[in-house]
């Protein structure tokens, strides 16, 4: 479903995700330092750590996944920098709500 090549950002901080397309847009350019038209996936979470959304450019327009996890909370490392990279198995661990332990790295990444 996603091209080749897709990087995946986390955002580290959590955002308020009464935000939709172009709020999550603006908090990519201005908190995370990325382009939001790259074509790249950006996650960001609730404060209470149980909803997520993936802001991603499809060439055509934004497209948003949104999920809520049930009895369970999202576990995202805490690691320096507003946010860090991910592949896919990693971001897939994440969005199932398991903790990756001490796996990160120190620039964010593994």
Not at 36 to 54: D, T
Request: glycine share 10%; net charge positive; proline share 4%.
């Amino acid at each position: 479903m996603l091209p080749h090549g897709v990087r995946m950002y986390v955002a580290v901080e959590p955002v308020d995700l009464r935000k939709s397309f172009d709020g999550l847009a603006a908090l990519t350019r201005d908190i995370l330092k990325q382009d939001p038209v790259s074509g790249h996936l950006f996650v960001f979470r609730n404060r209470e750590g149980h909803r997520a959304k993936v802001l991603f450019w499809d060439r055509t327009g934004f497209v948003l996944w949104y999920k809520r996890l049930e009895g369970a909370r999202f576990r995202f490392p805490v690691v320096q920098g507003e946010c860090l990279e991910v592949d896919a198995m990693q971001l897939t661990l994440l969005l199932d709500g398991i903790e990756l332990g001490g796996a990160w790295g120190r620039t964010g990444t593994f």
